[in-house]
């Protein structure tokens, strides 16, 4: 299983009409997850959570996308969440992606779709 740094990179979503790179922040610490979108407006890109398998929208501005990988970073599934509202645990999902309500369907992610997480920090995959 990868390990990742708090910090930023690229995502590569590798969909059906071909690779699209989004900007990444890493939350992979207890903090950092903790923290999240909380008390944001808005998201240049996708946040990764690391390692997580759920997620909650209490105390957010803003609806968000929010896809569950697997261990290899295929996704699972896609869920549109509305602020607070606490989602079911997926137990295969390794990590979580979140990103602003919509971007992900601009992707071209879902479920099968494999992604890949560039980081700046050490530990990238």
Do not use: K, Q
């Amino acid at each position: 299983m990868a390990r990742w740094r708090d910090g930023r990179g690229h995502l590569v979503v590798r969909g059906e009409a071909g690779a699209v790179t989004v900007p990444l922040e890493i939350a992979s610490s207890y903090r950092a997850r903790t923290r999240g979108l909380l008390g944001r407006t808005s998201l240049d890109g996708a946040l990764l959570l690391s390692p997580a398998n759920s997620v909650h929208t209490f105390r957010m501005r803003i609806p968000i996308d929010v896809a569950y990988l697997d261990r290899d970073l295929r996704v699972l599934t896609v869920r549109t969440m509305p602020p607070n509202r606490l989602g079911l645990p997926r137990p295969r999902a390794r990590h979580v992606l979140e990103a602003e309500a919509g971007a992900m369907a601009g992707w071209g992610m879902g479920a099968g779709v494999r992604v890949e997480v560039v980081s700046s920090s050490c530990g990238g995959r």
